[in-house]
């Protein structure tokens, strides 16, 4: 069955770049999502179809994905942004499929 | 506004069952997927399902397959899951989720129901 990997954690200072990854063989067929999930909150896509920023969602969230790996990328990141982010795919023979999470920690 | 609203918190016994529901509005109900996804405590996202509520049909996640059931009434614009065989390990946050039109990612979401199964 298809496996989405994604780091527990990524830790990153107040304006600098944090990078998540979402591993998965062949990931760069498939369409991604990222959600955002602060405590005691409901997941918020905050890019969807690889790349496309829903709206609401701040500039500095952007989304790319290629070959074996998706990236969820966070530019001049904001106390604000700490959260689990959670990358997820349709798989036709499993239906929904969700990474693992990863936990953002801002410094 | 699209809203989803869930049902309250549920305590159950092992071994019961339990029924959840999920009241749409601000959208036309028939016409969009609704999933299911569960997160235990201080654990992931964990998709169960859909039903299109359209037609009825119904997508179960294999782990789920043999003790779930989604079901709906269109005209209440209402889903519902029945969760059967509980076990301390179903203890989690029920999400409703619907998937954007035409698209797999989860646009509008309820506010999720706490389902605490204990003796």
């Known amino acids: 069955s298809y496996v989405l990997t994604q780091p527990p954690s990524v830790s990153v200072a107040p304006e600098k770049t944090a990078m998540i990854t979402c591993g998965g063989n062949d990931i760069g067929s498939r369409s991604v999502h990222w959600y955002q999930q602060k405590p005691g909150q409901v997941p918020v896509v905050v890019i969807s179809?690889?790349?496309d920023r829903p709206s609401g969602i701040p500039e500095r969230f952007s989304g790319s994905n290629s070959g074996n790996t998706a990236t969820l990328t966070i530019s001049r990141v904001e106390a604000g942004d700490e959260a689990d982010y959670y990358c997820?795919?349709?798989?036709?023979?499993?239906?929904?499929?969700f990474g693992g999470g990863t936990k953002l920690t801002v410094l | 506004q699209v809203q989803l609203l869930q049902s309250a918190a549920e305590m159950k016994n092992p071994g019961a069952s339990v029924k959840l529901s999920c009241e749409a509005s601000g959208y036309t109900f028939t016409t969009y997927p609704v999933h299911w996804v569960r997160q235990a405590p201080g654990q992931g996202l964990e998709w169960m399902g859909w039903?299109?509520?359209?037609?009825?049909?119904?997508k179960y996640s294999q782990i789920f397959q043999a003790r779930v059931t989604f079901t709906r009434d269109t005209s209440a614009s209402t889903v519902y899951l029945d969760l059967t065989g509980l076990r301390s390990e179903d203890t989690a946050v029920y999400y409703c989720?619907?998937?954007?039109?035409?698209?797999?990612?989860?646009?509008?979401w309820g506010q999720g129901t706490l389902v605490t199964v204990s003796s």
């Open positions: 989720a619907r998937t954007s039109l035409g698209g797999t990612d989860f646009d509008h």
């Open positions: 039903i299109y509520p359209g037609t009825g049909d119904t």
């Open positions: 997820q795919v349709w798989d036709s023979s499993s239906g929904v499929l």
């Open positions: 179809n690889d790349s």
